[in-house]
């Protein structure tokens, strides 16, 4: 398998093993450790699950949904078939609902809950990821420092601005990266606060491995590293049995080599990749994998 696939099933397998039980606001336990570091070299592979399928379509939309188009727009997403945040998408009369784990009078409580929005953030996910982006204008000061002043020690992009953590549906689980550029390599570093690994782990990898990419592309470097820094990563008790399943895959099923990402030469304005539903400028080529696992989605 890939050394993604290996690293990932062995995350897995701590989580299972070494892992408490613990409530949350969703309502659904989670298996959890408190911490776990990843690093990845994409001169070496490019980071795609094999263990399972991964929807790289709708993962790399995602991506370029907040920091390309830098939206908070649910329908942004959906008009390209994706439906990732249809849970969390604020009504067309400003109300988000979900039964969740609540504090209420000193106790955690069970309940539905209904939180009013100002009409103005209809349809989005109000003020997080891509709202953000485009708020502090991170990406063009992004590049223009890696193209300008590539020494700088304060290329961070960080989405987690408490002014506008109360209007935001779900604040970013993906929240802070670090850039540097290194004898001619563009590295990165990530920081989750939060990490859904079955479902949200496999396509944030694949999308900041993406985003590297593209931003080295138009930047003139190469691809480097990427150091991947998870507090509270976790399984939700109703994704074990899939995630058994993944693991039982990697120890029997035959070996998959990694996929490569293709990037359009001719591209080299980050805003110029294809955002279309078909993602014309970007690809994953030769990917093969061991079929799709269904998991569970908790709010």
Known sequence: ??????????????????????????????????????????????????????FFRQAILEMLWIYQAQSNDVRWLQERNVHIWDEWQIDGEGYWKAHQRVLENGKVVEKDIVKKFDKK??????????????????????????????????????????????????????WSSEWDVTEGKLNLWVHQRSCDVPLGLPFNVTQYAVLLSLIAHVCDLKPGTIDWSIKDA??????????????????TLKDIKAPSLWINPNINDFYKFDNSKDCNDIKIVGYEHHGPIKFEISQ
């Open 1 to 54: 398998m890939t050394k993604w696939d290996k690293e990932y099933i062995k995350l897995c397998k701590k989580i299972l093993k070494e892992g408490k039980e613990v409530e949350n606001r969703t309502g659904t336990n989670t298996i959890k450790i408190p911490s776990y570091h990843l690093k990845f070299d994409l001169s070496k592979e490019f980071p795609v699950l094999t263990t399972k399928q991964l």
């Open 121 to 174: 953030y209809a349809y989005t996910i109000g003020t997080a990821y891509g709202y953000i982006v485009n708020k502090y204008k991170l990406i063009d000061k992004l590049i223009n420092t890696i193209k300008n002043n590539p020494t700088d020690r304060r290329m961070v992009m960080s989405l987690w601005q408490d002014e506008y953590l109360d209007m935001a549906v779900l604040p970013s689980c993906v």
């Open 234 to 251: 976790h399984i939700y008790v109703n994704q074990v049995e899939g995630i058994k399943e993944q693991i039982a895959r990697f120890e």
